[in-house]
T-cell receptor, first 112, second 111 residues
Framework: AQSVTQLDSHVSVSEGTPVLLRCNYS??????LFWYVQHPNKGLQLLLK??????LVKGINGFEAEFKKSETSFHLTKPSAHMSDAAEYFC??????????FGTGTQLKVEL | NAGVTQTPKFQVLKTGQSMTLQCAQD?????MYWYRQDPGMGLRLIYY???????DKGEVPNGYNVSRLNKREFSLRLESAAPSQTSVYFC??????????FGPGTRLLVL
């Protein structure tokens, strides 16, 4: 079965330090992968997506992710965390069709 | 441009009561979706509608029904609410599955 695994349920960083949120996928197809962000009591917003073009994908707010087929990973990074980045982040997979499969989420905390 | 709107924002029900969650989009998208979000479980697909006039079950359809009223609107109905349906419900729409736009959510508490 196709799925995504977010390796950390909580990540805490200091403001100004790098962010790394890890995601691995399991798929026998060529996947499309996404990162969504959800701020408290808000809906989900698309950060970036990979759809078999460039393996390094740049998104909004300085985030980027690299698709590594050999490692079946799609980790989300940002060079310097900001307080406004505190939110929950979801790695999402689709093998095609109309169905998205969501990871269980990573709560990012940014401390002063 | 409102995007995806959902009503109500909050609702408290007693076990056995019924209610309908409303969703509308103004982006002329063909596909619409209903998800529920529970702590530690991410979002799970309840039902989706690939186009006007069609609906299909998702991962967790039991206890729910949907209606694709027209291209803009996709409603989710709970006929007899149960405490296990306490959740946050999100509606989404897309041109294709690859870019889904989400509404702000409806928080439902079933007592």
């Amino acid at each position: 079965a196709q799925s995504v695994t977010q390796l950390d349920s909580h990540v805490s960083v200091s403001e100004g330090t790098p962010v790394l949120l890890r995601c691995n996928y399991s798929s026998s197809y060529s996947p499309s992968l996404f990162w969504y962000v959800q701020h408290p009591n808000k809906g989900l917003q698309l950060l970036l997506k990979y759809t078999s073009a460039a393996t390094l994908v740049k998104g909004i707010n300085g985030f980027e992710a690299e698709f590594k087929k050999s490692e079946t990973s799609f980790h989300l990074t940002k060079p310097s965390a900001h307080m406004s980045d505190a939110a929950e982040y979801f790695c999402v997979y689709t093998g095609g069709g109309n169905k998205l499969t969501f990871g269980t989420g990573t709560q990012l905390k940014v401390e002063l | 441009n409102a995007g995806v709107t959902q009503t109500p924002k909050f609702q408290v029900l007693k076990t056995g009561q019924s209610m309908t969650l409303q969703c509308a989009q103004d982006m002329n998208h063909n596909s619409m979706y209903w998800y529920r979000q529970d702590p530690g479980m991410g979002l799970r697909l309840i039902y989706y509608s690939a186009s006007e006039g069609t609906t299909d079950k998702g991962e967790v359809p039991n206890g729910y029904n949907v209606s694709r009223l027209n291209k803009r609107e996709f409603s989710l109905r709970l006929e007899s609410a149960a405490p296990s349906q306490t959740s946050v419900y999100f509606c989404a729409s897309s041109v294709s599955s690859k870019d889904q736009y989400f509404g702000p959510g409806t928080r439902l508490l079933v007592l």
